[in-house]
């Protein structure tokens, strides 16, 4: 079972930018899919950026301002967000897949965007 420590959550004003940063406790090699979802009060989870080897997608409601990348050397998963809005304010968590496997969650790292 890996275990995932996401960072870089804070209050930032609209406009703003932040980087999450998702640290695995293996290597993320082992898995095909690596992704951030997140939760606002009130509301479902919701994907926000995945990627995997066929390359990467993102939640409507971010492309062109979020980026979501990778390194393998250190076992990290970023997400880069550019332009917030109050509308991203949620916990934001990271998600790893691997086949026949069940997946694994972070804990969550809480993004509040003031207007």
């Known amino acids: 079972q890996v275990q995932l420590v996401e960072s870089g959550g804070g209050l930032v004003q609209a406009g703003g930018s932040l980087r999450l940063s998702c640290a695995a406790s293996?290597?993320?090699?082992?898995?095909?899919?690596m992704g951030w979802y997140r939760q606002a009060p009130g509301k479902q989870r919701e994907l926000v950026a995945v990627?995997?080897?066929?390359?990467?997608n993102y939640g409507d409601s971010v492309k062109g301002r979020f980026t979501i990348s990778i390194d393998n050397a250190k076992n990290t998963v970023y997400l880069q967000m550019n332009s917030l809005k109050p509308e991203d304010t949620a916990v934001y968590y990271c998600?790893?897949?691997?086949?026949?496997?069940?997946?694994?969650w972070g804990q969550g790292t809480q993004v509040t965007v003031s207007s």
């Open positions: 998600n790893v897949q691997r086949p026949f496997s069940t997946p694994s």
């Open positions: 293996r290597s993320i090699s082992m898995f095909n899919v």
């Open positions: 990627i995997r080897s066929g390359g990467t």
